[in-house]
């Protein structure tokens, strides 16, 4: 078990660019899902076989056992943006974001889950493998969590 963090949750120092085609298919995963669940429709076979179909099956199982986890374990329910608006909430965001960079920044990326979920570390650690289950079938994530980027002043010698 691990201590929450009192502190503010990590900024996202990198301008958030127009999403990666591996970020709008977690994206429509999650809205999908979500959107399954309040309609009272078991959201697996159709959600999990959409993203099967454009990736591998090993993909498709670990975002299920990984939106499964964030839904079980989550403080509150995932809140989605509608779709038609092409915003992204809040939620969407720490999600993709989180899975983004778990491989490369894992600390990062578990405190951006810690306001979602009661076990952010292992939730990390199923967005960790499916990042790279996405990347082994062709659908790489960026990480757009870490460092600001180092100042372009020159140094006067």
Same mark, same amino acid.
Request: net charge positive; charged share 20%.
């Given at each position: 078990?691990?201590?929450?963090?009192?502190?503010?949750?990590?900024?996202? &120092? &990198?301008?958030?660019?127009?999403?990666?085609?591996?970020?709008?298919?977690?994206?429509?995963?999650?809205?999908?899902?979500?959107?399954?669940?309040?309609?009272?429709?078991?959201?697996?076979?159709?959600?999990?076989?959409?993203?099967?179909? &454009?990736?591998?099956? &090993?993909?498709?199982?670990?975002?299920?056992?990984?939106?499964? %986890?964030?839904?079980?374990?989550?403080?509150?329910?995932?809140?989605?943006?509608? %779709?038609?608006?092409?915003?992204?909430?809040?939620?969407?965001?720490?999600?993709?974001? %989180?899975?983004?960079?778990?491989?490369?920044?894992?600390?990062?990326?578990?405190?951006?889950?810690?306001?979602?979920?009661?076990?952010?570390?292992?939730?990390?650690?199923?967005?960790?493998?499916?990042?790279?289950?996405?990347?082994?079938?062709?659908?790489?994530?960026?990480?757009?969590?870490?460092?600001?980027?180092?100042?372009?002043?020159?140094?006067?010698?």
């Amino acid at each position: 078990m691990t201590a929450r963090r009192t502190e503010a949750s990590p900024l996202i &120092r &990198r301008p958030l660019a127009a999403p990666w085609p591996a970020e709008r298919l977690l994206y429509l995963g999650i809205r999908g899902w979500v959107s399954a669940r309040r309609q009272g429709v078991a959201p697996g076979a159709a959600v999990g076989g959409a993203i099967a179909r &454009r990736t591998s099956p &090993r993909a498709a199982a670990l975002f299920t056992a990984w939106i499964q %986890a964030v839904e079980a374990g989550g403080l509150r329910p995932i809140e989605i943006s509608c %779709a038609d608006c092409g915003g992204v909430s809040q939620d969407e965001q720490r999600l993709v974001i %989180a899975c983004g960079g778990a491989p490369v920044a894992f600390d990062e990326a578990q405190a951006l889950l810690e306001p979602l979920v009661r076990d952010a570390q292992a939730i990390t650690l199923l967005g960790r493998s499916l990042n790279f289950a996405l990347a082994q079938a062709g659908w790489r994530l960026p990480c757009r969590l870490g460092p600001a980027p180092m100042s372009t002043t020159p140094t006067l010698h």
